[in-house]
C-alpha cells in the first residue's frame, strides 16, 4: 500500500520562480476558464499554449508574456512532444513562471500526463490547474446531459486518434459495443466512419441515438442530431468544422436541442 499526502492541485495566483502550471483552458469560451486559470495567465513568464479555440484566453496575458503556440491538429504536431517538455523544464529551469495552457483539461486527452512525467523526472516542480472538459462542456452546449437516469448510468471517454492520426489501437470495442451508457468520442470527427462500423459490428443498434457538436459554446456552433447508422453521411453532408466531439447513445436523442442566437435550432436532423 501507498499512501500519498498533500496535493497536486495548485495554490496561490500564478507559478512560483522556476514552477511550471499545467493549466486548463476549457473548450474555448473565456467564460468557461476558471478563477485559477485566468490569474495564471496573468501571472505567467511564459505560456506555451495548445491550438485553442478560440485566442481569447490568451489576451489575459500580460504584455510581457512571453507566448509560444506549440499545439497539434489531428496528427500534425510541428512541435513535437518531446520539444515541448524540453522547452518547459528549460524555461523552468533559468526561473521563468511557466504555465503549460492547454485545451480542456490538461490530464484529459491532453498529454499533461506526459509532460507531468518528464517535469518529475527533471526535478522541476509542478502543479495542475484542472479545466472544463469538452467531454461534459460540449454535450451540455447542445444541451445533452451525459448521464440520465434510465438512460445512461455510465460514461465512457475516448479518443478518436492517436499521435499518428489513425484510430488508436488497444479500444475494447466489445465493451463499447455492448455498454448502455453514453459513449464521449474526442477528436473522432476524421474518423467517425471507423467508429461507427466498429461499434455496430460489437453490437450497437443502428438506431443508436448521436450526437456531434462542433464549435462548442463558440460563435458558429452547429450539432449534427442522427444516428450512428447515419451519422457518417449526415456529418459529411453538414461539412462540420473542428473541433468536434461525438457522443454516442441514448442521452444523445433526448429532445433538448439548443437554440442559436439567431433564434434557429443548432441541431440538424436526420
Not at 113 to 123: I, Q, V
Request: charged share 20%; net charge positive; with cysteine.
Amino acid at each position: 500500500m501507498v499512501l500519498e499526502y498533500g496535493s497536486r492541485l495548485a495554490s496561490g495566483d500564478a507559478p512560483a520562480p522556476g514552477e511550471v502550471w499545467l493549466v486548463g483552458a476549457g473548450p474555448g469560451d473565456p467564460g468557461l476558464l476558471t478563477l485559477r486559470a485566468a490569474s495564471a495567465i496573468r501571472g505567467a513568464d511564459l505560456i506555451l499554449h495548445d491550438a485553442l479555440p478560440e485566442r481569447g484566453v490568451l489576451r489575459l496575458a500580460g504584455p510581457a508574456t512571453r507566448l509560444e503556440a506549440v499545439g497539434k491538429r489531428r496528427g500534425h504536431a510541428p512541435v513535437p512532444q518531446a520539444e515541448i517538455n524540453a522547452r518547459l523544464i528549460a524555461a523552468a529551469r533559468v526561473g521563468f513562471r511557466v504555465v503549460r495552457l492547454k485545451g480542456g483539461d490538461p490530464f484529459v486527452f491532453g498529454r499533461g500526463g506526459e509532460e507531468a512525467l518528464a517535469l518529475t523526472a527533471a526535478g522541476v516542480p509542478w502543479r495542475v490547474v484542472p479545466g472544463v472538459t469538452a467531454g461534459t462542456a460540449a454535450p451540455a452546449a447542445a444541451g445533452i446531459p451525459i448521464t440520465h437516469r434510465g438512460l445512461a448510468s455510465a460514461v465512457t471517454f475516448m479518443t478518436g486518434h492517436d499521435e499518428t492520426g489513425a484510430l488508436p489501437d488497444g479500444l475494447d470495442w466489445e465493451v463499447l459495443g455492448r455498454a448502455d451508457g453514453t459513449v464521449a468520442a474526442f477528436m473522432a470527427l476524421s474518423r467517425l466512419d471507423e467508429v461507427a462500423v466498429r461499434l455496430l459490428a460489437a453490437g450497437r443498434d443502428a438506431a443508436t441515438p448521436v450526437a456531434v457538436i462542433a464549435r462548442a459554446g463558440l460563435p458558429g456552433q452547429v450539432a449534427v442530431r442522427t444516428t450512428l447508422g447515419r451519422c457518417t453521411l449526415e456529418t459529411r453532408r453538414a461539412g462540420l468544422p473542428t473541433p468536434a466531439l461525438v457522443v454516442i447513445g441514448a442521452a444523445a436523442g433526448l429532445p433538448l436541442a439548443a437554440e442559436a442566437p439567431s433564434g434557429r435550432t443548432a441541431a440538424v436532423a436526420s
